[in-house]
């Protein structure tokens, strides 16, 4: 587990592109802004703002991060089809 805010100065100094995707119903993820598009820190600000559950998904090597600003925690999860999987472990 990691600290959030860690996690997105990560993401701000990085070049990779990654999806958000929103808590929507029953277990289910829906894509937050456009997909395919290059998103950055400022929409994924706005998805911490309004939701408590968010997937980012990295686009450069398939890996998913579950995000609770509640908590402030960052958890590596296993997630495709728009469903959180499994929680995985972190690599150290």
Known sequence: MRHIADFI???ENGTDPFNIW??????????????GKKVRTPALQQ???K???IIVEMNSDDSAYLLLPEVHAVVPVSFSDGQVHALTRPTA
């Open 9 to 11: 100065e990560q993401l």
């Open 22 to 35: 929103v808590y929507s119903s029953k277990g289910q993820y829906s894509q937050f802004g456009k997909e």
């Open 47 to 49: 998805a911490l703002d």
């Open 51 to 53: 939701h408590l559950q």
